[in-house]
């Protein structure tokens, strides 16, 4: 009796531990055939916006290349991968023809800066804690439902040459103390 | 024989001069070229966020930063809408010491009333300014800023544009930019040049 108590507080104990570890603070992990979905997040929206930006990581562990088509959202009328591109000090944003190819063995980032998932038309603000679920539709994979911790408005993932300071979605924007001494 | 070599020489460093000569030459004279043709800055009249107009005059007085770009932009605009919050943060009260603009280049869905709710999310020095399209046309002309709208499938649009942020001095004057990828510190370095 005394060891039945014992292991059942052991197993509330480790319960209790995996809630913890399986916490907001970790972006879900999602496999989906051979692809590995990673990191997804979205940027919270500025008053008023219409449209936002999701972002994750998609590993292809199969032998065939894979491409991410688009998806659906509840909260946006559509969904699309877009591809941001700075050319002599000109942004420009266009859809992904075709779909973004995640190839085999290989890893896609989708961060800002660069490729994202294009939510047109909100219905509601993307605030910062909320949670965004997407079905994001792959050609092989199929529909995967994926859903996106939101974080600040204008996150950023570190630029290239400082992804040793942290994964893609996981930093908090830069905020500087009024009169900081840089 | 020897006297052949040093003719030789002699030819070979009157062409090399020439042509140092005639580089130097031209380069100063495109400089100047584009010196002439690339004044930033001028005349404009916008709404503000608060449906006030304002002109070029409005600003004179203190130095602005200025950046243009929509508010259906989900990742450059923002990005340097929170690079501009953070910057101005860290200026601390020097932060009232400029103008800081966010200038729409959409002007059929950024209202000044959408501008004003987009901007409450960032610094509340960040000013909006929007207008007809004649008036857009003619501040980002002024500014030479780059835009082209693109149409997508589906009927909605997006714009290219320029993604510089524009310095300028208290008379108006084109001080310099602030490229997208510039360091922070570079940039409150900037911001900091331009108030004194």
Same mark, same amino acid.
């Given at each position: 009796m005394i060891f039945l108590a014992t292991t059942r507080s052991l197993t509330l104990a480790l319960l209790a531990f995996a809630v913890i570890c399986a916490g907001p603070a970790v972006a879900q992990q999602i496999k989906a055939g051979d692809l590995v979905l990673d990191h997804a997040w979205a940027r919270a929206t500025p008053?008023?916006?219409?449209?936002?930006?999701?972002?994750?990581?998609?590993?292809?562990?199969?032998t065939a290349a894979d491409k991410l088509l688009g998806g659906s959202s509840p909260v946006a009328a559509e969904v699309q991968v877009h591809e941001m591109a700075m050319n002599n000090g000109v942004m420009t944003m266009r859809p992904v023809e075709g779909g973004l190819s995640i190839p085999a063995g290989q890893s896609v980032t989708l961060a800002p800066g660069g490729y994202h998932i294009m939510l047109m038309q909100l219905k509601a603000a993307l605030k910062q804690g909320d949670k965004l679920p997407v079905t994001l539709q792959f050609e092989k994979a199929g529909k995967v439902d994926v859903t996106f911790d939101i974080e600040g408005v204008g996150a950023s993932a570190p630029p290239p040459g400082q992804m040793d300071q942290?994964?893609?979605?996981?930093?908090?924007?830069?905020?500087?103390?009024?009169g900081q001494k840089m | 024989m020897l006297k052949s070599r040093g003719l030789l020489a002699a030819v070979l460093a009157a062409l090399f001069?020439?042509?140092?000569?005639?580089?130097?030459l031209n380069h100063s004279t495109n400089v100047e070229n584009a010196r002439s043709s690339t004044t930033i800055g001028g005349a404009f009249e916008l709404t503000d966020q608060d449906g006030?107009?304002?002109?070029?005059? =409005?600003?004179?007085g203190q130095p602005s930063v200025m950046f243009f770009g929509y508010m259906y932009?989900? =990742?450059?605009?923002?990005?340097?809408?929170?690079?501009?919050?953070?910057?101005?943060?860290?200026?601390?009260?020097?932060?009232?010491?400029?103008?800081?603009?966010f200038v729409s280049v959409d002007s059929s869905r950024d209202t000044p009333k959408q501008m004003k709710l987009y901007l409450s999310s960032f610094d509340p020095h960040i000013r909006g300014f929007t207008g007809r399209v004649t008036q857009i046309r003619k501040v980002t002309?002024?500014?030479?800023?780059?835009?082209?709208?693109?149409?997508? =499938?589906?009927?909605?649009?997006?714009? =290219?544009?320029?993604?510089?942020?524009?310095?300028?001095?208290?008379?108006?004057?084109?001080?310099?930019?602030?490229?997208?990828?510039?360091?922070?510190?570079?940039?409150?370095?900037?911001?900091?040049?331009?108030i004194k």
């Open positions: 008053g008023g916006a219409k449209v936002g930006g999701a972002y994750l990581t998609i590993k292809n562990n199969g942290g994964m893609p979605g996981m930093k908090e924007p830069m905020q500087m103390k009024p | 001069l020439f042509v140092a000569v005639k580089t130097f006030q107009q304002v002109t070029e005059k =409005d600003l004179l932009c989900p =990742d450059i605009c923002p990005t340097t809408l929170l690079e501009l919050t953070n910057w101005l943060k860290a200026l601390g009260a020097d932060a009232d010491k400029l103008n800081t603009i002309s002024e500014y030479h800023v780059y835009y082209k709208r693109v149409q997508l =499938d589906g009927g909605d649009y997006v714009y =290219d544009h320029s993604a510089l942020i524009y310095l300028m001095d208290q008379n108006g004057r084109y001080v310099g930019i602030i490229t997208p990828n510039e360091h922070e510190t570079t940039a409150i370095g900037k911001l900091r040049g331009l």
